[in-house]
Nanobody, 123 residues
């Protein structure tokens, strides 16, 4: 089992930045790819990005809507993955979830989920 806890959400003006954190406990954190998803009001949860780090190096992949603005990183020593969000737009407003599992862009690739943290971007 892996328990995930997000933090760092809040209210920010358009063009601003936020950094979300996701701290893991339980099974070995470094064994999993870490993904971020988001769900806006009235919409389905959507993929934001995924990050993996292993003996062969690091890999990341982002949704087109956030590419160039959002960056995922992880600190295995702290069992924490981060989502740095820059140049935020009102359409980025959503509940953001981190997830641990296999590399993928669909929810079914991930076995473990956090409870979510709200990000609100004002215009």
């Amino acid at each position: 089992q892996v328990q995930l806890l997000e933090s760092g959400g809040g209210l920010v003006q358009a063009g601003g930045s936020l950094r979300l954190s996701c701290t893991a406990s339980g099974r070995t954190f470094s064994n999993y790819a870490m993904g971020w998803f988001r769900q806006a009001p009235g919409k389905e949860r959507e993929f934001v990005g995924v990050f993996n780090q292993n003996w062969s190096g690091t890999s990341s992949y982002y949704a087109e809507s956030v590419k160039g603005r959002f960056t995922i990183s992880r600190d295995n020593a702290k069992n924490t993955v981060y989502l740095q969000m820059n140049s935020l737009k009102p359409e980025d407003t959503a509940v953001y979830y981190c997830a641990a599992g296999s590399w993928g862009v669909v929810e079914s690739a991930y076995a473990y989920w956090g409870q979510g943290t709200q990000v609100t971007v004002s215009s």
